[in-house]
């Protein structure tokens, strides 16, 4: 697949053109994808970088890093993609103006967006709009409950399996593994630390089950009440793992959340208790 940043790094030929955030690649983006390959040739990916809610102020929990947002993208059938740099300049260029700087520079034919897909200064584009700019449109129906909010909401309730249901397929936590405090190997069942990206989501505290680089994984995301932590951490244990993770990229699948993080009486009880979660954790079906 062909990463562009700039409009003039891809031809200007008949191409299918999906625009669109596309945060999580969930199952309304797949739609909105098919569609895509469906239109024409050459089916593109317009999307956007940083978020265009962040660019603009908001807060917002991000379901999938860029990198991890181009796999999928990838993975769904795209053959190039344009990530627009999204700045406060972008953010102010009219709607016609983006179209002909962006849509018509790679040769759009067929424009792709979901029916509430708005773009341009004001959000003042929209699919109305491009229909009228002399793009042929296709208008793809949201998928009822599925939405980027609503898998941000179930991530932060902990329900990690509704959310597989409209990503389709299982939420993940996309990071590097960095230095930590080293202390489940002292307990029997060492862990990687997980740093993230800032303004990625993270589910509720607690315990999950779930799998990294092809080993089941029994997952930490909390504080470590039991040694009083107030530092968040994500230590993933990888099941039947041996080997050092140390600076490498680590992609984690939530499948199930096991527990609420809590302290124990004794350090003894902790080790008992992490031994019950990756015996439950062995047992762990994939969400879908």
């Known amino acids: 697949m062909i990463v562009a940043r700039t409009a003039e790094e891809l031809a200007t030929r008949p191409r299918a053109v ?18 895509a390959r ?3 040739p050459a089916p593109t990916v317009v999307t956007f970088w940083p978020h ?24 769904a059938g795209i053959v190039e993609v344009l990530v ?15 179209a002909d700087a962006v849509l018509r520079r790679i040769g759009a034919t067929t424009v792709v967006v979901g029916e509430n897909f708005r ?33 941000r909401a179930l991530l932060r309730e902990g329900d990690v399996g509704e959310a597989a249901q409209l990503l389709g397929r299982a939420a993940e ?18 862990t990687a630390n997980l740093a993230l990206p ?45 080997g050092d993770l140390y600076g490498r990229r680590l992609l984690v699948e939530l499948w199930l959340r096991l527990r609420d993080e809590q302290a124990f009486t004794s350090e003894g009880d902790l080790v008992a208790q992490i031994a019950r979660d990756v015996e439950a954790t062995r047992a762990a079906r994939p969400p879908v």
């Open 119 to 151: 773009f341009g200064r004001g959000a003042a584009g929209d699919g109305t709009l491009l229909a009228r700019l002399g793009f042929e449109v296709s208008l793809v129906p949201l998928l009822e409950g599925v939405s980027s909010t609503h898998i």
């Open 198 to 242: 800032p303004d990625m989501a993270v589910p509720a505290y607690g315990i999950y089950a779930g799998m990294a680089l092809g080993h089941r994984a029994a997952i930490s995301i909390g504080v470590n009440p039991h040694y009083g932590g107030d530092e968040r951490r994500i230590e993933p244990h990888l099941l039947d793992f041996e």
């Open 18 to 35: 999906a625009i669109g955030s596309f945060d999580g690649v969930h199952r309304g983006h797949q739609l909105v994808l098919d569609a």
């Open 52 to 75: 265009p809610r962040l660019v603009l102020g908001n807060r917002v929990e991000l379901l999938s890093t860029l990198e991890r947002r181009l796999e999928l993208l990838e993975a």
């Open 173 to 190: 936590l996309d990071g590097t593994v960095v230095l930590g405090d080293q202390r489940g190997g002292t307990l029997g069942y060492p």
């Open 84 to 98: 627009v740099d999204f700045t406060p300049d972008v953010a102010a260029l009219p709607a016609e103006a983006f």
């Open 38 to 40: 469906a239109a024409g």
